[in-house]
């Protein structure tokens, strides 16, 4: 008698039910990754934006007035002119920065995001998020 052959490798149906389940954990993954990912940069557009508050007093305190670095995407002017060359924001993230000052007295400070979410910050450290007025 011979002893039977060994069976090596694995059969259509195993390897089918490791490819549905390894389907499905991503299906349920992926979401959950990119929402993690999107509250973290919004997190870091709200730290962006207290930093600016806390450099806007300084230099009201210098100054006299606010900084304005104006509408639009300032991020880098704001990096050189009122972190004073520090990195600070990140100029290549997805949330860009702006700073209106209003006649001396006040500030607003926005950080938009592609499409997405609008954070912004005022003078008296009141944020808001998605557009609502500082």
Do not use: H, W
Not at 26 to 37: E, R
Not at 61 to 79: C, F, L, M, P
């Amino acid at each position: 008698m011979t002893p039977p052959k060994k069976a090596r490798g694995f059969t259509l149906l195993e390897l089918l039910i490791v490819v549905v389940i390894i389907g499905v954990l991503a299906a349920v993954g992926t979401p959950l990754v990119t929402g993690y990912i999107s509250d973290g940069r919004q997190k870091a557009a709200e730290n962006g934006l207290r930093a600016i508050y806390l450099m806007q007093k300084d230099y009201l305190r210098e100054e006299g007035v606010y900084y304005n670095a104006g509408s639009g995407d300032q991020t880098a002017k704001i990096n050189t002119e009122l972190f004073s060359g520090n990195t600070t924001l990140d100029e290549n993230g997805k949330y860009k920065f702006s700073i209106t000052a209003t006649a001396g007295t006040g500030f607003k400070a926005v950080a938009v995001a592609e499409g997405q979410t609008t954070v912004c910050i005022n003078e008296k450290n009141q944020t808001q998020k998605n557009g609502l007025s500082c």
